[in-house]
Each structure stands twice: as C-alpha cells, then as structure tokens.
C-alpha cells in the first residue's frame, strides 16, 4: 500500500521561511520524478517544482524561482521543499506527486499541506 504524506505546513509572515517534507513509501523511489504543486482556493493547479530521481537535476516555476529550493533524500524516501523569502500570494495547499515520466502522468499523489502566508 502507497503511502504519500506531506506535512511541514502552517502560518508564516511575508518575508519568512518553510520547509515541507513529503514521504513516500515507494518501493522503487529512486526511479520517480518528484514534484510540488500548489493550489489556492478558485484557481488553477500550478506546478511549483520538479526533481528527477537522482538529485541532481531540478526544475522550478519562474515565480519561486531563487526563493524554493527542492531536494530529496532517496535513503529516507523523501523529498523536501525550503520555502525562503514567503509571499502572500505563495499561500495555497502544496501537493507532493510522483511520475515516472515519458509521459506517463502521476501514479501517486499526497493529501497536501496548508501553507498561508501573512502580510
């Protein structure tokens, strides 16, 4: 049984720090894509951060970019995202999936975690 579970959510001043956490009980983790989505309340889904399964290569949204920082340790089967410098509008529900990419879609994602950011 697949297990995703975020957490490290919360409330946060405008200019601050968080660090989400996202476990995964896959048995082949270091073959998946990861990646954060967020959602705020009436709008889209938007792709926030992506890392391949080696740790080496990341990609981010222009909007967090130099601010996000995604990792992962593939030991702990987890993947992390260091929110720096917040922002109001970074509030929304933040959603770890995990792919196998070409294409494939998402196999599994998590419950999500509330981040809200206060000016």
Not at 28 to 50: L, N
């Amino acid at each position: 049984q697949v297990q995703v579970v975020e957490s490290g959510g919360g409330l946060v001043q405008a200019g601050g720090s968080l660090r989400l956490s996202c476990a995964a009980s896959i048995r082949t983790f270091s073959m998946y894509i990861m990646d954060w989505f967020r959602q705020a309340p009436g709008k889209e889904r938007e792709f926030v951060a992506r890392i391949y399964g080696g740790g080496s290569t990341t990609n981010y949204a222009d909007s967090v970019k130099g601010r996000f920082t995604i990792s992962r340790d593939n030991a702990k089967n987890t993947v992390y995202l260091q929110m720096n410098s917040l922002k109001p509008e970074d509030t929304a529900i933040y959603y770890c999936a995990a792919t196998r990419g070409f294409g494939s879609g998402y196999d599994y994602w998590g419950q999500g975690t509330q981040v809200t950011v206060s000016s």
